[in-house]
T-cell receptor
Framework: DQQVKQNSPSLSVQEGRISILNCDYT??????FLWYKKYPAEGPTFLIS?????DKNEDGRFTVFLNKSAKHLSLHIVPSQPGDSAVYFC????????????FGKGTLLTVNP | DTEVTQTPKHLVMGMTNKKSLKCEQH?????MYWYKQKAKKPPELMFV???????INESVPSRFSPECPNSSLLNLHLHALQPEDSALYLC????????????????FGPGTRLTVL
């Protein structure tokens, strides 16, 4: 049973435009969500996180939105740059077992110059 | 120093070999993790060490044996592996395992690409 779902395997956007990556989850116990970026042959790099008491968190070009009622979160990248091209993983955890991250399958973002 | 380092980068081994993967961090983190990642799949948690004690084993076969010699080092000893164990092995660390949510942001190393022949 996949508890964290990224339904879009890939996304292609033009440089300078907005990239929106989506993630859905099924476990209502999840209370902390993270986004990681991964280049080929490298480990995932932490990007941004959000706790369930918030609905938005912003860090530079990256903003994560959380809709608890819909069990949905999204990562917005504005403006998109070619260097943002990578696989983006959504991950979730819950209180009491915060060390265990459950990952989605990832979305390959391609930003075209 | 905000890096997690892993050695070797690549490893090819036979099914009868014994080898070890090494991971090191100098961020003062007290939780360390081993993950396995197959191609086009998300990372899968294998082990968690918290304050140098094994706190989670995700039903990993005994041919994988973790070791945490001190708070900065994490090893994964490999013995009698199968070809299906070929994967990218990722090490990660976080300030803590549990506690305040932000302490659990995990920082990953570059991984060891393991091929079992």
């Amino acid at each position: 049973d996949q508890q964290v779902k990224q339904n879009s395997p890939s996304l292609s956007v033009q440089e300078g435009r907005i990239s929106i990556l989506n993630c859905d989850y099924t476990n209502s116990m999840f209370d902390y969500f993270l986004w990681y970026k991964k280049y080929p042959a490298e480990g995932p790099t932490f990007l941004i996180s959000i706790s369930s008491i918030k609905d938005k968190n912003e860090d530079g070009r990256f903003t994560v939105f959380l809709n608890k009622s819909a069990k949905h979160l999204s990562l917005h990248i504005v403006p998109s740059q070619p260097g943002d091209s990578a696989v983006y993983f959504c991950a979730a955890s819950f209180g009491g077992s915060n060390y265990k991250l459950t990952f989605g399958k990832g979305t390959l973002l391609t930003v075209n110059p | 120093d905000t890096e997690v380092t892993q050695t070797p980068k690549h490893l090819v081994m036979g099914m009868t070999n014994k080898k070890s993967l090494k991971c090191e961090q100098h961020m003062g983190h007290r939780a360390m993790y081993w993950y396995k990642q197959k191609a086009k799949k998300p990372p899968e948690l294998m082990f968690v060490y918290s304050y140098e004690k094994l706190s989670i084993n995700e039903s990993v076969p005994s041919r994988f044996s973790p070791e945490c010699p001190n708070s900065s080092l994490l090893n994964l000893h490999l013995h009698a592996l199968q070809p299906e164990d070929s994967a990218l092995y990722l090490c990660a660390s976080s300030q803590q395992a549990g506690g305040h949510l932000s302490y659990n942001e995990q920082f990953f190393g570059p991984g060891t690409r393991l091929t079992v022949l």
